[in-house]
């Protein structure tokens, strides 16, 4: 996947939002409530209808069914259903994306251990906490290995140490696969963490973009994540 571009987006309260986003960047959505973040992350989902362009590599995607075009999204709503377990929920999505039937239960392991999630695979959303259902919902979405995932607000269920654990885990899987990621957060460490770029959104405007404290610092991050406690599970 190339660079992403979104150009004049008008969408609800969005004006003319332009950026564009490189291959393997990670940038941060940030502002106060109802400045437009979630919006500005359904458009990139294709979840609303928008003017103006979104393109991957100069090419259109307006008309294309985002997940075509190799792009995961997590909302905030989760969206499991109710009535299969967590690895079930998980394999739908594949079979889904993937239009065939592969052998997924490597990538369903895989991609619940990298969210913490390895025990939760049996069971239902309901027996699960939020934070656990958080946990199940962004296993799913890095199944798939998007080359661009969205997420919006996706640790804000869970407590501090479980929260920081995921923002490593998360981390290291983006810079590996080279992953694409916009990130809609309101906590300032979160988005320093996780992104290299920082985009706030205001009335639905995109007022200050600000380079990420820890941007293409790798070893920083790395240390930071060591010498948390978070890395201690309690
Ligand atoms: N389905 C909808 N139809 C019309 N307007 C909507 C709809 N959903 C949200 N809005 C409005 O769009 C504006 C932006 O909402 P949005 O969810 O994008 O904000 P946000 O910055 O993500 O807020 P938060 O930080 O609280 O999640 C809000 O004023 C909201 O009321």
Redesign the pocket.
């Known amino acids: 996947m190339s660079n992403i571009q979104f150009e004049s987006v008008q969408c609800?309260?969005l004006k003319n939002i332009s950026f564009s986003i490189e291959q393997g960047e990670s940038v941060a959505l940030m502002?106060?409530?109802?400045?437009?973040?979630?919006?500005?992350l359904k458009v990139a989902a294709g979840l609303l209808a928008y003017k103006g362009r979104a393109q991957i590599g100069g090419a259109s995607i307006d008309k294309l069914p985002r997940h075509k075009a190799g792009i995961g999204y997590l909302s905030?709503d989760l969206h499991l259903f109710p009535h299969l377990n967590v690895e079930n929920n998980i394999r739908l999505a594949l079979l889904f994306g993937m239009g065939r039937k592969i052998s997924c239960s490597d990538r369903i392991a895989q991609s619940l251990a990298l969210a913490r999630a390895t025990h939760l695979a049996k069971l239902k959303p309901a027996e699960l906490s939020g934070g656990e259902r958080q946990r199940a919902a962004l296993a799913r979405t890095i199944a798939r290995q998007p080359n661009l995932l969205l997420l919006?607000?996706p640790f804000s269920s869970l407590d501090a140490v479980n929260k920081k654990d995921l923002w490593f885990e998360l981390k290291q899987l983006q810079t590996a696969h080279c992953m694409t990621m916009i990130v809609?957060s309101?906590d300032i460490e979160e988005a320093s963490f996780l992104a290299d770029r920082i985009l706030y959104?205001r009335g639905?405007e995109l007022t200050v973009e600000q380079a990420s404290r820890y941007r293409n610092s790798a070893n920083e991050i790395q240390s930071l994540a060591v010498s948390q406690p978070s890395n201690y599970y309690i």
Not at 31 to 40: A, D, E, H, I, N
């Open positions: 609800r309260l502002g106060p409530s109802g400045s437009g973040k979630s919006t500005l905030q919006d607000e809609v309101h959104l639905g």
